[in-house]
């Protein structure tokens, strides 16, 4: 790993080409952890490695006026607003890290947003290519929370290792490693600069392997742009999923999903560049995106109580229900399928697709439970269901089989579950009641559904009892189709419960 060569360790893999995906892409990137886990020895050593021009602000102390510099006088006189550089401001520094983030009064986080999402300040050009922040977990005494616009500037969320969760090897290693602030006072006695675990020109010689490294992915990341065409189909789809999941709870705007978009791609092209110059094992496209997603949506930064485990288990639910497009041959078709699924109000059309079409377990799983847990009468698909179940067994998941047949309403089987009909209204009453006249079970349970769908909508009109009708008849011809086995048109004459 190119950021162990920096003397950085204990970083998964993945985590590592997060932050090379921002480096590629110069979106914001922010660090989460404890003190003492190297969050600003990675900025120090990327920084040196890349000969780039940078500083890191402490954001509980530094004052505007450090970063922009005060006005010069003399050209106010003038009319000409220009700001006095120094060492600590902001203009000529290419990459800048933002620590002690939510240590910072709101009143300074504030002062910030510009420059995180276009490198300005008061309007004005800066030479910044890349911002990063870095902030303790809530839990630390003088935290503030953080504003969520301010959140929502940022594209990444990294986590860095406590030593304690590295492996032993790695434990040893920063136990051993000398570097950064670590034992100032050595190359003096020494007399002679190689008193550092990574000396300088090796640290020179792994910025060439990250530029080289870079260059590639720039490459990778174009092509993948060009390829994956329908890439931003599949996350405005994960994005509503997500939001339904959640009931409401992570709702992604415009510019997260456009977070998420990029930083997809910046990912495997870092992960195809490193595979390709230096031999690394390719993961597999399905897990990669899975855990760029997860580290894309900002979760519990500010209130630990949010429980970002839960978070990140229903991110992945959405993700693995719609992951059949991240396969070899992409299977957009099988993608909006499941999507239909899941966000389709028509009980019908959701029955169709749960008993007709193969989705594969973990979604014929997931569709099923929402359905029984739900709130929704659904004894017309309950029924169909079991009738099916009870000649092509394996249709409904075993487990719930019982749960699926409690569902099934009394009530619903009776025109009584039908709303009265008021006013003029009741002019066709006739034409309800004959469209209910069926031979079957089944018959009767579609004709009630649809019946009393239109009862419940906003106006009951000729045209609308006309499309009823059709519905009604285009029902009972799917419904049957799937029940029927070898062509035998029995299953409309079994009772419930059968």
């Known amino acids: 790993m190119l950021l162990e060569e920096l003397g950085i360790f204990g970083w998964k893999e993945q985590d590592e080409n997060l932050v090379f995906a921002s480096l590629l892409t110069g979106d914001p990137l922010l660090m989460i952890g404890n003190h003492g886990c190297a ?3 990675i900025v120090n050593k990327i920084a040196e490695s890349l000969g780039k021009n940078y500083l890191i602000y402490d ?3 530094a004052m505007f006026e450090d970063v922009l510099g005060y006005p010069n006088i003399e050209k106010l006189k003038k009319g000409v607003v220009e700001y006095i550089p120094s060492k600590v401001t902001v203009w000529d520094k290419e990459l800048i890290l933002i620590d002690e983030l939510n240590r910072a009064i709101p009143e300074l986080q504030s002062k910030w947003l510009e420059i995180i999402r276009s490198r300005k300040i008061m309007g004005f050009e800066t030479q910044v290519k890349w911002v990063w922040a870095a902030m303790n977990p809530m839990s630390y005494s003088a935290t503030n929370a953080l504003d969520e616009a301010l959140i929502g500037r940022f594209a990444l969320f990294v986590y860095p290792p406590d030593v304690l969760e590295m492996s032993e090897k790695d434990r040893i290693k920063v136990t051993t490693h000398i570097n950064g602030d670590d034992a100032p006072a050595i190359n003096l006695w020494l007399g002679r600069d190689n008193g550092k675990s990574v000396p300088k020109n090796c640290v020179l010689d792994v910025g060439q392997k990250i530029k080289t490294m870079l260059e590639k992915s720039a490459e990778d990341f174009i092509r993948l742009k060009d390829d994956l065409t329908s890439l931003s189909e599949f996350i405005a789809k994960f994005a509503d999923l997500l939001m339904r999941e959640t009931n409401g709870e ?5 510019r997260r ?6 930083n997809i791609l910046a990912n495997r092209s870092i992960e195809l560049a490193k595979a390709e110059i230096f031999g690394s094992r390719l993961q597999s496209f399905v897990d990669s995106a899975r855990y760029v997603v997860q580290s894309s949506i900002p979760v519990g930064l500010n209130d630990e109580s949010l429980q970002r485990e839960e978070a990140v288990h229903k991110m992945e639910i959405c993700f693995d229900l719609l992951s059949s497009y991240f396969d070899k041959k992409s299977q957009i078709s099988k993608v909006n399928l499941i999507y239909e699924l899941f966000t389709t109000n028509d009980l019908m059309r959701k029955t169709e697709i749960l008993l007709k079409e ?5 979604v014929n799983s997931k569709a099923w439970n929402d359905l029984i847990t739900g709130d929704r009468d659904i004894t017309l698909l309950a029924y169909v269901a079991l009738q099916i179940e009870a ?4 249709t409904i998941p075993k487990e719930l089989i019982e749960s699926l ?3 099934i309403s009394g009530s619903f089987l009776s025109t009584e579950c039908i709303p009265s009909l008021n006013n003029t209204e009741i002019e066709y009453i006739d034409e309800l009641e004959s469209m209910l006249k069926r031979d079957s079970e089944l018959e009767l349970l579609i004709a009630i559904h649809r019946v009393r769908e239109l009862v419940l909508s906003v106006e009951i009109t000729p045209t609308r009892i006309e499309h009823t009708k059709q519905q009604i008849e285009v029902d009972i011809e799917s419904f049957n189709n799937l029940i029927n086995i070898g062509g035998k048109n029995e299953s ?6 059968a």
């Open 391 to 394: 000649r092509r067994q394996g």
């Open 257 to 262: 999903i456009g977070f998420i978009y990029r």
């Open 59 to 61: 954001a509980s102390k």
């Open 250 to 254: 992570i709702s992604l705007d415009g």
């Open 405 to 407: 047949s409690k569902k």
């Open 39 to 41: 969050k600003t020895l």
């Open 358 to 362: 193969n989705l594969g377990d973990f």
């Open 492 to 497: 409309s004459k079994i009772t419930v419960g």
